[in-house]
Nanobody, 118 residues
Framework: EVQLVEFGGGLVQPGGSLRVSCVAS????????MSWVRHVPGKGLEWISL????????DYKDSAKGRFTISRDNAKSTAYLQMNSLKPEDTAVYYC???????????WGQGTQVTVSS
């Protein structure tokens, strides 16, 4: 079965850090771009970051630059999003996605809730 499963969401205070993980199975993870997208209540889907298949090409949404770090471990078929200096406006459901190119997402995870609140 082709799937992505996210882990690591939760409640964190403003200024805190959290790392969310995305474990892939059922497809050739090494061949896919990985993206992180979030759904902010009332605002729809928002792209956050992406990384190419071997980790040599990375991009971020402007608001994530300097605070978030995307990475991947192809040996573990896992992608990560390290989030630092979290703000209440980062509260969202975070989804990982896999695509054969940088402009598409062919496989979606189920999402993990991140809540930033004191």
């Amino acid at each position: 079965e082709v799937q992505l499963v996210e882990f690591g969401g939760g409640l964190v205070q403003p200024g805190g850090s959290l790392r969310v993980s995305c474990v892939a199975s059922g497809f050739a993870f090494n061949d896919y771009w990985m993206s992180w997208v979030r759904h902010v209540p009332g605002k729809g889907l928002e792209w956050i970051s992406l990384i190419n298949s071997d980790g040599t090409s990375i991009d971020y949404k402007d608001s994530a630059k300097g605070r978030f770090t995307i990475s991947r471990d192809n040996a573990k078929s896992t992608a990560y999003l390290q989030m630092n200096s979290l703000k209440p406006e980062d509260t969202a459901v975070y989804y990982c996605g896999a695509g054969v190119s940088m402009s598409e997402i062919d496989v979606w995870g189920q999402g993990t809730q991140v809540t930033v609140s004191s």
